[in-house]
């Protein structure tokens, strides 16, 4: 379902300020497949999205007095803000793995070129977030931060607690896999026929 | 240029929707975390156990069930012989006095009770004990000096009630900063945080019952809030903030020992411990001014701390009083989710103040 816009987004948000059921229902079913690929971006299972979306969609409804209505798309875009800090925060509180292949990736990573243009044009947009989620989750966090919500490497690193520094090394190689990855899809695709 | 890196990958997938089935819908329910149901018990064996100590009052087979002190006065007058035992809750050693039109002008220091002994006849076998009230007496003259309310058995003269305390912690400590640097000085931007430990304030109510002269047991509740601010800074500019906050709430169980008293002031001390469950926790985010909603966070993590501490009690009349209890705290583990004033001041020091309220 396409997520509101204009009149429409406005009603909605009344409606959720009523707490009305039919308008968190409305608003559940007109976001819920947006806010899932964003999630998705930084959360690799399918599993822990389902757990994620449940917690942004209580935080949406029970904190709607929090937004001011500014305009078409305000709406979608806090409710896209929710989305991404409860991911990050998600991915704070979890426990994390030995990360023993970024090891490699690292290696191989930084003495690779990465192409200016990552030529994704044929790609399909459901490959390219499949891509993106096999990204190690330090390089995929920093990649969805910096190329999705515009954030700069100073910001990633406050909002990450890690140097400006990494955060640039991190980008450079989350850009070189991918750009290695595309490009092994488009040899397979071109392959197969 | 702009980096064509961020313009394909927003356009393939800045809009894009993931193509799953949507679950249904369900609507929101209330649900009370289990720390409520525990708190509730708590609470509830708490009053129960104050209940089942509290010591009862055991009405005398004579005492006449009267409302008030002029009730007392005037059976007392219409039955100047009868032993009355006033049933309602007069402080320890209150005497009426009491006088008639033949009294004299002189008060008599408070005395056993005085009960003038009838003199009946002896009674014949099958006849009925002539009551108390028929007892005549020869002398009209006699007066009644003033009688002395007997206290109940159950609590003799001298021996403390047990008491309710309403109590605060007032925050006296300052706000302490401590600084870490994510780049050395000198560099080309200075990266830093700066956490900022605000001391907690502390609200809660209890039960102080005695069990011997001088030694008493306390419990009750204590309701407290934590905060810290936490700021990444660059330049000394901060760009990103959050602040944490924590609810507590606390058992403490003490003794107390009335170490002096004197006039209306009591000087006592006390020692226990207190129990600390987090009820709840939330983290407040600003990124460059704007506001995120609070995030909630999970969890309820225990505190332990041991307590001490010396108080001055005054009391303004017999069930009201104001005390004040300097004493120190020191918490035997620290919260490891999220910073904590306590990270950095295990051994704190605090006031206590309240009223108490003697029941």
């Given at each position: ?40 971006r930084?959360?690799?299972s ?5 757990d ?14 929090r ?111 991918l ?9 397979g ?5 | ?13 800045e ?31 708490i ?14 087979p ?19 012989y ?5 049933d ?7 005497h009426?006095?009491i ?5 004299q ?63 605060g912690?007032?925050?006296l ?24 430990f ?24 204590n ?5 810290v ?26 003794i ?18 207190e ?29 332990f ?55």
């Amino acid at each position: 379902m396409v997520p509101a816009t204009g009149d429409k987004e406005k009603e909605l948000v009344l409606a959720l300020r009523e707490r009305t059921e039919e308008g968190q229902r409305a608003c559940y079913e007109q976001y819920y497949c947006y806010l899932t690929a964003v999630c998705a971006r930084y959360v690799p299972s399918d599993e822990d999205v389902k757990d994620l979306l449940q917690e942004i969609f209580i935080k949406i409804f029970t904190q709607i007095d929090r937004f001011s209505y500014r305009g078409p798309g305000s709406f979608r875009a806090w409710c896209h803000q929710v989305a991404v800090n409860e991911s990050l925060m998600f991915l704070r509180s979890r426990k994390r793995r030995r990360m023993l292949s970024i090891e490699r990736y690292d290696r191989q990573s930084d003495e690779e070129e990465v192409p200016d243009d990552p030529m994704v044009e044929d790609i399909p947009p459901g490959i390219l977030l499949d891509l993106i989620r096999k990204l190690p989750e330090r390089y995929r966090t920093v990649f969805n931060l910096y190329i999705f919500e515009d954030k700069s490497h100073r910001e990633i690193a406050g909002l990450l607690h890690i140097k400006e520094d990494s955060s640039a090394s991190n980008l450079h190689r989350a850009k070189a896999l991918l750009a290695k990855w595309i490009e092994a899809y488009k040899k397979g695709k071109s392959h197969g026929g | 240029m702009e980096d064509k890196w961020k313009q394909k990958f927003k356009e393939k997938l800045e809009g894009y929707q993931s193509d799953v089935q949507i679950p249904l819908f369900l609507p929101l329910k209330k649900h009370h975390s289990f720390v409520y149901w525990l708190m509730g018990a708590a609470a509830a064996a708490i009053v129960t156990l104050l209940l089942w100590l509290y010591p009862r009052q055991e009405r005398h087979p004579d005492s006449v069930a009267l409302h008030s002190i002029h009730e007392a006065v005037a059976e007392v007058r219409m039955n100047p012989y009868q032993f009355v035992i006033a049933d309602f809750n007069l402080p320890d050693r209150t005497h009426i006095k009491i006088e008639t039109e033949k009294d004299q002008d002189r008060t008599v220091p408070p005395p056993q009770v005085q009960r003038q002994e009838p003199t009946t006849p002896p009674t014949a076998p099958g006849q009925e004990t002539p009551s108390e009230n028929d007892t005549h007496t020869d002398t009209d003259s006699e007066s009644i000096q003033s009688k002395q309310i007997i206290p109940s058995p159950s609590s003799p003269a001298g021996h403390r009630h047990w008491s309710m305390k309403v109590q605060g912690v007032p925050r006296l400590a300052g706000i302490f900063q401590e600084q870490r640097f994510e780049r050395k000085p000198g560099a080309a931007v200075f990266m830093d945080s700066l956490y900022s430990f605000v001391p907690p304030v502390k609200a809660g109510i209890s039960f102080m019952f005695p069990i011997s002269q001088n030694w008493s047991v306390e419990s009750g509740l204590n309701y407290s809030h934590h905060v810290v601010k936490w700021q990444a800074r660059a330049d000394h500019e901060p760009f990103s903030e959050s602040i944490f906050h924590q609810y507590f709430l606390g058992i403490p169980v003490r003794i107390n020992y009335r170490i002096l008293d004197y006039q209306q002031l009591s000087l006592y001390g006390a020692i226990g411990g207190e129990l600390s469950i987090r009820l709840a926790a939330n983290n407040q985010e600003i990124h460059y001014g704007t506001a995120l909603p609070n995030r909630k966070l999970y969890g309820h993590p225990l505190l332990f701390s041991l307590t001490a501490g010396a108080g001055v009690d005054f009391r303004f009349t017999s069930w009201l009083g104001l005390y004040a209890e300097p004493g120190i705290a020191w918490y035997l583990n620290e919260i490891r989710d999220i910073p904590d004033y306590h990270w950095r001041r295990p051994l704190s020091f605090e006031i206590t103040v309240g009223l108490r309220f003697s029941l």
